[in-house]
């Protein structure tokens, strides 16, 4: 039984097929998708999808790269939706300088509203960091955080893995930790703590070996549970249990 607990069904990269995507997933032992908002189009998308099918769970927020044409009514609405029965955290958010830092003191802002949230509602926080290691250090080190964190589609940054393991957060790896150049994702992978790694595809994207190139889904979750076992020299039936059951009780599913 598998749980992708980080996946973007709601992008337009499935409107030809999500129901036959969905069928196939399940008929590999995906058990539960958690669809991950990136504004609050998507974010209803996801409700409305785990309204409608229950192998889906959501997670509603703002990505640090959507912050641009927010504003406070972005955040209440994220809010009343955060609300809603199958909602199971929130995110994803975080902070990303890949492509610069026009919008650093509102990522930063949106980031403290979403830490706030999910810790009224008791709900998990799932982040999103992109060159941007040093300030969300800086930043979490100054604010009550939410009793469970995860830094999703994590890579091999020794320092925010030690970092990360001090803290307690959860860590998820995706089909980059399949990729033939990615020893420092497998090496961070290897040494983290195994009650605290989940796994996900981050669908459409990320395709794991040997699918790199081609759209992602949920169905090939096998593939990176499979290499996370590898790289931390476990038996893979055992390894994929603890995965899946990490995941559960991170999401409280």
Do not use: W
Request: some cysteine.
């Amino acid at each position: 039984m598998y749980i992708d607990t980080h996946c973007h069904m709601d992008f337009p990269d499935f409107d030809q097929d999500r129901k036959e995507v969905v069928e196939n997933a399940a008929r590999n032992g995906v058990s539960y998708i958690i669809n991950i908002g990136i504004d609050t189009g998507s974010s209803s998308f996801s409700v409305e999808m785990a309204r409608e099918n229950s192998i889906f769970k959501a997670v509603v927020g703002i990505h640090p790269s959507e912050v641009g044409d927010a504003d406070s009514r972005t955040m209440k609405m994220i809010s009343k939706l955060a609300k809603e029965d199958n909602v199971v955290g929130i995110g994803e958010t975080g902070l990303d300088f890949h492509r610069g830092r026009e919008f650093e003191q509102k990522q930063k802002d949106f980031l403290l509203m979403h830490i706030q949230l999910a810790g009224f509602l008791g709900l998990p926080l799932v982040v999103h960091q992109r060159d941007s290691r040093d300030e969300i250090i800086g930043l979490f080190e100054k604010e009550k955080l939410p009793g469970k964190v995860v830094f999703h589609c994590f890579g091999g940054d020794p320092e925010l893995a030690a970092y990360c393991r001090d803290k307690g957060f959860y860590v998820s790896f995706t089909g980059i930790i399949t990729f033939g150049k990615a020893e420092d994702v497998r090496k961070s992978c290897s040494e983290y703590p195994g009650e605290r790694i989940m796994a996900e595809t981050d669908a459409p994207f990320l395709a794991p070996e040997p699918f790199r190139g081609k759209r992602n889904d949920p169905s090939k979750i096998s593939y990176v549970v499979e290499k996370i076992s590898e790289a931390r020299k476990e038996e893979p039936a055992i390894c994929g249990k603890r995965v899946f059951e990490n995941s559960r009780e991170f999401f409280k599913i």
